[in-house]
C-alpha cells in the first residue's frame, strides 16, 4: 500500500493566488481529514470527511478555504486566495471506522 | 470537551537512558488515547493506542504507554533511548469512536545525546 499520497510536496505562491493541495487517500478508508501544522498553533483540524461526506468543518479558518472529496479516492483543500499567513505544513490522513490515522507527508506551503 | 497536555516541549536524554514523556488528558467520558511520532519533514505515524480493555499498551519502537484513570495520564516511556528515536512526539485524544476526529497535544521534541 502506497499510503496517504499528498500533492504537490512544496508550494511557493504570491499573496493573493488560487492554490490547492491533493490528496490521496488510503483506498478502502471511510474517513478523511485535513490537518494544518504551524509552530505557533500547532496541529489543527481544518475538516473531515465520512463516506465522502463533510461532517465537520468548524475548523475551516474563513470563507476563502474549502474542500472537496468527490470520490473516495480524491480530496482537495483550496485556499483563495491566499495570505502570508496560511503558511503552513498542510497533512491529509485517512482511516477506517475502527482504525488510527494515517497521515501523508504534507504539502507546505510557503505565501510570499 | 476534550483535550490533551503535554508537559515539557522539550526533552533531552542520553542514549541508553530512560525516555518518559507525559501527557496528561481531560474528557468527561471514556477516552481513547493515542501517541504518534513525527519525525523532521514527514507526517505522524501511530506509536501506539489505547480504546479499552488493557491499560498498558506496547508500540512500534519498544515505546509503551500505561493509561491512569485515576490520573488522568497516559505517559509514554521506552526503557533505553536510541539516537533514531530523535524526533516530535504527539500525545491524542478522542472519545467517540477511533476514527473520530482527534484532539493533538502541543508536541514534545525528544532530543537524544551521546
Known amino acids: 500500500d502506497a499510503g496517504v499520497i499528498q500533492s504537490p510536496r512544496h508550494e511557493v505562491t504570491e499573496m493573493g493566488q488560487e492554490v490547492t493541495l491533493r490528496c490521496k487517500p488510503i483506498?478502502?478508508?471511510?474517513?478523511l481529514f485535513w490537518y494544518r501544522q504551524t509552530m505557533m498553533r500547532g496541529l489543527e483540524l481544518l475538516i473531515y470527511?465520512?463516506?465522502?461526506?463533510?461532517?465537520?468543518d468548524s475548523g475551516m479558518p474563513e470563507d476563502r478555504f474549502s474542500a472537496k472529496m468527490p470520490n473516495a479516492s480524491f480530496s482537495t483543500l483550496k485556499i483563495q486566495p491566499s495570505e502570508p499567513r496560511d503558511s503552513a505544513v498542510y497533512f491529509c490522513?485517512?482511516?477506517?471506522?475502527?482504525?488510527?490515522?494515517?497521515f501523508g507527508s504534507g504539502t507546505r506551503l510557503t505565501v510570499v | 470537551a476534550q483535550s490533551v497536555t503535554q508537559l515539557g516541549s522539550h526533552v533531552s536524554v542520553s542514549e541508553g537512558a530512560l525516555v518518559l514523556l507525559r501527557c496528561n488528558y481531560s474528557s468527561s467520558v471514556p477516552p481513547y488515547l493515542f501517541w504518534y511520532v513525527q519525525y523532521p519533514n514527514q507526517g505522524l505515524q501511530l506509536l501506539l493506542k489505547y480504546t479499552t480493555g488493557a491499560t498498558l499498551v506496547k508500540g512500534i519502537n519498544g515505546f509503551e504507554a500505561e493509561f491512569k484513570k485515576s490520573e488522568t495520564s497516559f505517559h509514554l516511556t521506552k526503557p533505553s533511548a536510541h539516537m533514531s528515536d530523535a524526533a516530535e512526539y504527539f500525545c491524542a485524544v478522542t472519545t467517540t469512536g477511533t476514527a473520530s476526529k482527534l484532539t493533538f497535544g502541543t508536541g514534545t521534541r525528544l532530543q537524544v545525546t551521546l
Open positions: 470527511f465520512n463516506n465522502n461526506v463533510p461532517i465537520d
Open positions: 483506498s478502502g478508508h471511510d474517513y
Open positions: 490522513a485517512s482511516s477506517l471506522s475502527r482504525g488510527g490515522y494515517t
